[in-house]
């Protein structure tokens, strides 16, 4: 820098910014969960009407060399604040912004009082204003900047580690200081080695653990930008999606770039959701990792982030495991998959809500089988987070007869197989065929209902098996038009009658008829009939209350 630059930075300052030449410019801030700009940092620019615009780094540094960084800093922070409050009083949903604070800022006395009048002046809220502070502020004086740190924090404002890697004492600094946010410097990543991959996965891995959110600045590429969404950075920065802009070319690029901004309402809500730990082993019941034998990025452990609304279920993020387990099933993309999931016409997507309330009501880690023709697999599921309108969720899906599971297969069958002692009669329906196939009875009946088609077969069993006060409700009960709305309507996978069923000695006994839906690999309808004994004691019941309402069981 030559010193007549350095005089002219000195000379001309004051007027700057009196004049209003030195204003905050943004660089947007992206949400890599949804896409979103979540934030922007503010970076001070200094634009002559003579010189044009002055290089950031010659005029910075003259002034921290002179010791008046400071006038700066809180200049920023006030045309941050005004900025803010004309996008609200216009009506503009604001977005957060960051605002950097030099090391020198904390020799100033009062400091803290300065920054807290501008904030108060302009209602500034805490969760849109963020400071970002770099490791050597820690380092020159200890004691004023834990004090100032605190302060800051007790407020209710975020404080970010910036250029976190760059130093030598990060995991120092770390130790000692609770950040909400680090930086990454995106340096590591400029080759894309597997090395350099390892080691920002290391850092995002370690911050989750300690409950940081990750920021990566620097980013440059599509495949930088893949590669830390995959390993679970929350947050993203550079030239990849713009280069620091005034605040009008930035209403431009919003505009152009049909860009959504993130509603500081729900800014917490992709926060909690953030701090899910893609890199560990097993991401639904812990925080941590503990081993590592492939490439981060690449874990083993099938994994997506669904979102839960009234309208739909949505497929935020899923891993190449979760892909490739969900190709086990026959569904062989996301988007495929979210038109199954969403399918209000199967029992699937109200199991899979049901099962998601109860995973958000006991915040615990719900499991459930699921069986499609004769693929076998378990579908988990954990609570992140919720807002009055959404809910997001971690998702495992593992098919059995993979990763050591092949015993549970086998035992699933045989178990299934004990099942049907429990009933006396098994028969598979397909109404769309108008055909049904016997799959177990341990009591005869008059005819073989099978060998006709299943509407005639239906009508057949009426007449001559059951009951002639039951046999209209039974033929309602199996009235194939209407059943699957009705299993939907029940908010269940069946629906389920008591009628009075001839015995093979002749008279008639109490049975309990159940039609069970069954997902299908081709998505036909499919229902397994079933019927059971009931014990003494429930014929009891039944029989009390027929006496006092004949009408109980019609629909």
């Known amino acids: 820098m030559s010193h007549t630059n350095e005089k002219f930075v000195m000379k001309n300052f004051d007027k700057a910014i009196e004049n209003g030449n030195i204003m905050p410019y943004f660089q947007p801030i992206i949400r890599a969960m949804t896409g979103e700009i979540c934030a922007a940092e503010s970076l001070a620019r200094w634009i002559d009407p003579d010189e044009g615009m002055l290089m950031p780094s010659l005029f910075i ?68 204003l963020f400071f970002e502070i770099t490791e050597s502020v820690m380092l020159d004086n200890v004691e004023v900047f834990r004090d100032i740190f605190d302060r800051i924090h007790a407020e209710g404002f975020e404080i970010w580690l910036d250029d976190f890697g760059s130093g030598y004492t990060s995991l120092n600094v770390l130790k000692d200081y609770e950040f909400d946010v680090i930086k990454l410097d995106m340096k590591f990543l400029s080759s894309m080695e597997k090395r350099s991959q390892k080691l920002i996965a290391s850092v995002v891995n370690m911050a989750k653990i300690l409950g940081v959110h990750t920021l990566a600045e620097g980013v440059e590429t599509a495949e930088q930008a893949e590669f830390l969404k995959n390993i679970g950075c929350e947050m993203m920065q550079g030239f990849y999606y713009a280069k620091p802009m005034s605040a009008a070319d930035f209403k431009t690029y919003i505009k152009e770039k049909n ?42 452990y099938p994994l997506a982030l669904i979102e839960m609304t009234e309208e739909k279920l949505t497929i ?40 998601f309330a109860t995973a958000a009501q006991t915040d615990t880690v719900i499991r459930k089988d699921y069986i499609i023709g004769d693929i076998c697999y378990s579908f988990s599921t954990k609570y992140l987070a919720g807002t009055a309108e959404k809910m997001m969720f971690a998702v495992n899906i593992t098919v059995f007869g993979d990763d050591g599971v092949e015993k549970r297969a086998d035992d699933i ?77 029940d908010d269940c996978s069946f629906v389920q009658q008591p009628f009075r069923i001839k015995t093979p000695e002749g008279g008639y006994r109490w049975r309990l008829v159940r039609i069970t839906f069954i997902p299908s690999a081709d998505n036909s309808a499919c229902y397994m009939y079933s019927i059971q004994r009931m014990p003494p004691v429930d014929i009891k019941v039944i029989e009390e209350q027929i006496a006092k309402n004949p009408d109980m069981f019609k629909r």
């Open 413 to 489: 069958n045989k178990i299934g197989r004990s099942l049907f002692y429990n009933f006396e009669r098994i028969t598979m329906l397909y109404p769309d065929s108008d055909s049904s196939k016997i799959i177990y009875a341990n009591v005869g009946f008059n005819k073989v209902y099978g060998t006709v088609s299943l509407r005639r077969g239906t009508i057949e069993f009426a007449n001559v098996e059951v009951h002639e006060k039951d046999r209209e409700r039974y033929l309602d009960f199996m009235n194939f038009d209407t059943l699957r709305d009705r299993i939907l309507e």
């Open 259 to 300: 860009m959504s901004i993130e509603k500081l309402r729900e800014r917490r809500y992709y926060k909690k959701a953030g701090l899910i730990n893609i890199l560990s082993p097993d991401p639904l019941e812990e925080f941590y990792c503990s081993e590592m034998n492939k490439d981060f990025y690449e874990s083993l």
């Open 61 to 128: 540094e003259t002034l921290e060399r002179n010791r008046i960084i400071h006038k700066l800093d809180i200049k920023i922070i006030e045309r941050v604040c005004i900025g803010y409050r004309e996008r609200v009083s216009t009506g503009i949903d604001p977005m957060p912004v960051t605002v950097n604070l030099s090391r020198l800022d904390f020799d100033e006395e009062n400091l803290f009082e300065r920054i807290m009048d501008i904030i108060k002046k302009y209602e500034m809220p805490s969760k849109a």
């Open 316 to 355: 935020v993020y899923a891993n190449e495991a979760y892909k490739d387990e969900i190709k086990k099933i026959n569904l062989y993309s996301l988007e495929e998959t979210e038109r199954v999931i969403n399918d209000r016409t199967k029992a699937f997507y109200y199991d899979t809500k049901r099962q």
